[in-house]
Structure formats: structure tokens, C-alpha cells
């Protein structure tokens, strides 16, 4: 019979096995995993004033980077997993990493750019994070915003070895991580303004989930008015608390 | 297009029976099965052990060889071929002890003008019509819906059609074959009539065979 018939040598399907088999992007779930960990971490330490907290710029980098996975990476899950299934299975491991670190170059850049805008002595109050998420809200009105949002789901086909297959898997993660940036960048420069904090991640995890897997633009545009609302209370709490005696 | 297939049809009942007889002929002590088979043997016995019930687990798919490069389908016949790679993860083993599947997987079927369906061959020897071998024939790819799946308005992203086909018995036979090259497999598309003045193009993204 064909070498496809044939069978190699002994294999054992357990439970943990058959998990991995099924998931190969099971290390990407656990770096999210703890990419979430330390941002809670970092929220619980800095709880009620993230937005005044200073950084230097490589501590904000990494928080940024940090962020993006956590917030992203559930995102194109799927995305991971069929950059895998697609694959040789001896390089589904390969591929994946190749698809990640293209993935994460785009929100690289912006990162240094937030980050480099962070460092500002401005940026460090409710106002900023407040006139992000109104953008942010106003971003998904536009067709741009929907033309970025379709394209998160463009597939792309991958060789199945060698260096064409290293190269379609940087293309395809760097096209996703590029789409994935013109889509959310609004609403990651919120995040970074708010100093990480908790709610406006989880806020934001929100509605990019809903944007991206169940299209309801009125509730997502709901969701991001109601933390630009939220921050603007802060903003003016903040301005009322100064001017009492 | 005639799909009728002259040859028998693969011997997936024989591996079963050889699995039972191999199971019978294993408690004698006379059998030397191979590893994977008293695997698999071993999952079948205790799967209809009433003590010890298993969950039924789906079969994963792994691929074993695709097309490295885009191509194009135009009128007339068109030829990709590949190096298929010998399983090393899921697909050397089936949970539920059953035969394996073959399943061709073609993606990103994309054109901007309609286009005629396609009939797919696999193994046709070069320079031969693939319609002078009916037995060789796997499936007819439809374009239906071509035009509006690969555009990127209405809400998706014009990632084109996908097609996956189960070619577990023509690859059986195939395999059967004096001539048979397990390393490499060549998959011939064939255009039905079409009008002559309009263009075909139509670009598939990949082809890929997978074993489940």
C-alpha cells in the first residue's frame, strides 16, 4: 500500500495526546493566558490611578505588548489554529510562531508610536482616554472600519514546506496583524491612555469580540460611547475634586 | 462526464476483517500485528468493554502534501502535482479503530467571471485526456457562487470557495496501481463546455490532501 497507509512507529493517544492534537495553539492560548495574568497583576497594583502612572519606555512597551496579546490573541485563534491545520504536522509548531511574530510587527509599530505619545506629561489624565474611546466610537462608523474588519477574516493559502512556507505564513500573520491594527488601533490607544486599567480592557476585549465574531454595530458602538462616557466622568470628578477648597 | 467507476471498491471491509482476524489470531499468540495495529485493536477491544467505556473522539485531519504556489484554471485541462509526505501525528491513527479517510481539500477558489464547473482527476499520466479515464475521475468542482465569493463587498472577506471530498476509494485504487508513485500526486482539472467567447480564469489558492 502507499506510504499514507502505512503505518511508523508505536503511537499512544491518551487524553493529553488527543488534547494537543486537537489544539495545536494551545501555547498560543497559554502566552494570552499569561499575558492576562500579569496585566491583572499590574491593574490590581496600580488600581484607581493607572491613567496617572508613569512608565519608562520599555516598561511601556512590554505593558503594550503585553496588552495587544492578551486582548488580540483570542481574536485570531482560529486564524492560529488553521495556520496549523494547514500545515505539515512536523511544522505545525513553526508555522504558528512565523504567523505570530508577523502578526505582532504592525502592533510593534504603533506601539512605539502610543508609547512614544505616552511619554507626553498631557497624556496623563481622563481627558485623553475620554476623546480616544469617542474616536474610537466614531472609527466604527466608517467604511474604513468595515473594510478592516471584513479583511480580519481573509484566509490565505500556505505552502506546505520550506521557505515559501515560512514566507506565506509571515504574509498571512503580517496581513491579519495589519488588519487586526486598522481595525482596533483606537481602541488600544484608549487602553494605553487609561494606563491598562482593568475595565477599559475588558471593555475593549468586548467590543472587538463582538465587532469582529457577531456583527451588532449598534451595541458595540454603545459599549465603547459607555466607557468615552466613563472616562469623562473621571475627567470631570477629577476637575470638580481640584476646584474644592 | 461519466463518474461510473469499473473497479471494485477499496478493501475497507478487509481491513476490518484483517483487524478481527488479527485480534483472534493475537489471543492464539500466532499474529505478529504491527504496533499501530494492536493499537488500534486494543482501542476496539476496550471500546466494547462495558467496564471501561471510551469517549468517542472525531478523527483530526493532518495534511500531507499541497501545491506550494497559486495557479490558475483556464479552458482546457490543467495539471498541479504535489509530494505527498507520510503521516507522522493524528492521522496514523484512528480512535475508533476504523479505516482512514483521504480527503482532498482544494481552497480559495477565486475569479472575477463566472466559470464553468470543473471536473477533477487525480494520477491521469501526463500527456493523456483525463476523459479517456473515467475510473480516474474524483469529483466535479462547482462554481456556483464563484463571482459573489470572491468579491470582498457584502460582508466577507472574498476568500473564494473551499472544497474538501472524500477520494478514500479512488485514492484505494490509485495505490492498487503497478505505476503508482506513493510520493507525489497530480490532479488534473477539466472544464465542461463553456462559451467560447467568454474568458475562464479562475485562480485556486491550494490543493491539499489530508488524512483523517
Redesign the interface.
Known sequence: MTSIFTQAGPLRAGSREYFFWLHPEWWCKALCGFAWVVMLIHGWQHAGHEVHDRMTFSQELGYWMLMCAAMMLPLVMYQVWLTAAGSLWTRRHRAIAGFLAAFFVPWLVLGIAAVGLRQSSWKYGYAIPAIAFLSAALWQLTAAHRRGLIACHRTMPLAPSGWRADRDCLRFGGFIGGACVWVCWPLMLACTFAGHNLIALAGSMFVAGTERWRFRPRQVLLATLAMAGYYSVLYFAAISSRALP | MSTHKHWAKPPIWLSQLILVSGALFEGCGLAPA??????ELH?QSSASDPKKPQKS?PP???????????FELGRGIATTS????????????R?DGEA?H?LLRI??VRSDYLAPPFDVYLNVPPGEDPRRHPELFAFTLSTFGLVEMSA?TG?????GLNFLRDVTEL?GFL?AAKD?D??ALRVSFVTSSWDESAPIKVQV??V?LM?E
Open positions: 504491527g504496533p499501530v495495529v494492536q493499537k482501542m473522539r483530526i485531519r493532518e495534511t500531507v502534501g499541497a501545491t506550494s504556489a497559486p504535489f509530494e505527498v509526505h507520510a503521516p507522522t501525528g493524528p492521522a496514523l491513527l480512535a482512514r483521504v481552497e480559495n470582498s460582508g466577507h472577506a472574498g476568500n485514492y495505490s503508482w506513493p510520493k489558492g491550494r491539499s488524512i
